[in-house]
């Protein structure tokens, strides 16, 4: 698949839609902050799925009563737009924060994954020239939730 100017709230705001479908049973709050709600990133329909995968992880290794999963959109620079995906779950120890990124790993063994994978994950945000990492959500207990961090590249403006 292609590149090409995708507008990152349409997708952002339609796996939103599809997550709070999904877990109806479950009570999932989700904000997001933006500096601007039309901000266009070089990738494909494959963020959907991206997307889709980080809300699915964040409710699955949440044992919380209330979900919480926080959307920072900002500008990184001028060709790269920061998204940080921020959730109150069950986070992810030190020694896995590398690992989860690796083809064949399968994250938290005994669970069934539902979605793409975060190696696959990892693979489309590096065929789009951006980047991923994770770090806590609280810096110093990583059983207070995760903090995945995606740099994109900004669409090329057309004339």
């Given at each position: ?5 995708i507008?990152?709230?349409k997708?952002?705001?339609k796996?939103?839609e599809y ?6 049973e479950?009570?999932i709050?989700?904000?997001v902050?933006?500096?601007?709600n039309?901000?266009?990133v070089?990738t494909n329909?494959l963020?959907?799925?991206?997307f889709?995968n980080f ?7 949440n ?7 926080l959307i920072k ?10 998204i940080e995906?921020?959730d109150n779950g ?7 924060k590398e690992?989860i990124f690796m ?8 669970k069934?994954g539902?979605?793409?994978g ?6 489309i945000i590096n065929y789009?020239?951006?980047k991923?990492w994770?770090?806590?959500?609280i810096?110093r207990d990583?059983?207070l939730?995760?903090?995945?961090s ?10």
């Amino acid at each position: 698949m292609g590149l090409k100017p995708i507008n990152l709230h349409k997708y952002l705001n339609k796996a939103i839609e599809y997550m709070q479908k999904g877990f109806q049973e479950k009570e999932i709050k989700i904000e997001v902050e933006t500096p601007d709600n039309v901000i266009e990133v070089q990738t494909n329909e494959l963020l959907f799925d991206v997307f889709t995968n980080f809300f699915s992880n964040a409710i699955k290794y949440n044992e919380n009563e209330s979900i919480e999963i926080l959307i920072k959109i900002s500008n990184s620079d001028l060709n790269m737009v920061k998204i940080e995906i921020i959730d109150n779950g069950v986070g992810i120890p030190d020694g896995f924060k590398e690992k989860i990124f690796m083809q064949g790993y399968k994250e938290f063994k005994g669970k069934k994954g539902m979605g793409i994978g975060l190696s696959l994950v990892a693979k489309i945000i590096n065929y789009y020239g951006g980047k991923i990492w994770v770090e806590n959500r609280i810096e110093r207990d990583h059983s207070l939730g995760t903090n995945f961090s995606i740099l994109l590249p900004r669409a090329i403006p057309h004339d």
